[in-house]
């Protein structure tokens, strides 16, 4: 007898469109992207849209422009599995004019992935969708939120995120759970490997700015680090950086290694301050500022990535590039799935912040 899933299987074969509600970083979606990219090759007839939802929403215009470039709309908006992205929710009134628009779609299910305040989520989704079948995650609700109890009755039917599924769990795992409960999706481990597909454009844009910092053609190998993560206790000092880069230099096989050094663009000039003063020789600095795909068009030409927890070291296994992965002990569901190519240096103790991963660490894995 069939398993029974969240969206009943008539409704799912008769529908012709469905709207995933999640709020979204690369790195989350370097694994989801492949649950999305099955979930439309199992139902050909639906039109899949998503709805990325920016949680530092704010009324403050100063901020907008930084928002409104979020690299992740390049990518997904470049994914065939996708019909329409829902981009414009960084402001309150692009948010409302977001959700007119996706109301006037009349979609008949609406399925929130979102884990943060699922139950603001749960509300959003039933907004969107006042008829249809609406889906969403919940939590256990504490005897002072019973505001949050409400909003769950929003949900025709909802799902726990995944928890206490033992130590060796990744976070494609979590994902493949969520997936086989709404539609009864089976993705096996080997398919739930990270991919990009870089535009020809971006490739050739990589090998000019390659040729331009006289990298290529070059003798030695090609480094690419990434100290920095959204918040301070994943990122790793720029000194760090620094001293890694004089490490490796000095030691045999790295003499003639040529370095770049990834900075998000708010960081750029600081970077640029610390990092010159050490002089160092054959690093330059880097920032996917026009479009996402930079970034891993430069990966790609790599011969090692040292990256902190963050999309970079996940981007690594999508272009088959080694990885040196600077982690915290917390979430040890986010390490990088291809262990084949990944080192994992975690720091010392539980509280500690990624900075507590020292030099000698990194020329230890490399050595």
């Known amino acids: 007898m069939p398993t029974s899933t969240l969206i009943p299987a008539d409704l799912l074969k008769k529908s012709d469109r469905i709207l995933f509600i999640a709020h979204l970083a690369l790195g989350d979606f370097t694994y989801l992207q492949n649950f999305f990219k099955a979930f439309a090759e199992q139902n050909p007839q639906l039109r899949v849209d998503l709805w990325i939802d920016e949680v530092r929403r704010t009324a403050d215009a100063a901020q907008w422009p930084h928002l409104k470039k979020y690299a992740l709309y390049d990518w997904t908006e470049a994914c ?11 402001s309150p009134e692009l948010y409302r004019a977001s959700i007119a628009e996706a109301r006037r779609e009349n979609y008949p299910i609406v399925v929130s992935l ?22 969403g995650m919940d939590k256990k609700v504490k005897f002072f939120q019973p505001h949050h109890l409400l909003a ?7 799902m726990p995120p995944l928890r206490d599924a033992g130590p060796e769990h990744h976070i494609s795992d979590v994902y493949a759970h969520w997936f086989k409960q709404l539609s009864g999706l089976e993705v096996t481990p080997q398919a ?3 991919f990009v ?27 690419f680090i990434n100290p920095y993560a959204k918040t301070r206790k994943r990122c790793w000092p720029l000194e760090h950086v620094a001293a890694l880069v004089q490490a490796m230099q000095a030691q045999p096989g790295w003499q003639d290694a040529c370095f770049i050094v990834n900075a998000v663009p708010q960081e750029l000039a600081n970077a640029r301050d610390v990092i010159g003063r050490y002089r160092l020789q054959r690093t330059e ?7 996402f795909f930079q970034l891993p068009a430069v990966l790609e030409r790599c011969d090692l990535i040292i990256s902190v927890e963050t999309a970079v070291m996940h981007l690594a296994n999508a272009v088959h590039v080694p990885v040196i992965a600077l982690m915290r002990q917390k979430n040890p569901e986010w390490v990088p799935v291809d262990r084949a190519n990944s080192t994992v ?10 900075k507590a991963v020292t030099v000698e660490q990194v020329m230890e894995a490399i050595r």
Do not use: C, M
């Open 80 to 90: 065939p599995f996708f019909a329409k992205v829902y981009r414009n929710t960084y």
């Open 114 to 135: 979102a884990t943060l305040r699922p139950h603001l989520y749960a509300g959003l989704a039933r907004e969107i969708s006042p008829e249809g079948l609406v889906i």
């Open 152 to 158: 769950y009755r929003k949900l025709d039917a909802a």
């Open 345 to 354: 240096i975690t720091a010392p103790n539980r509280r500690d912040w990624v």
């Open 192 to 194: 739930r490997f990270p």
């Open 197 to 223: 597909a870089i535009p020809q454009q971006w490739r050739a844009w990589a090998e000019e700015k390659l040729a331009a910092w006289q990298f290529s053609p070059r003798t030695g190998k090609l480094v």
């Open 285 to 291: 600095l880097f920032s996917a500022e026009e479009n």
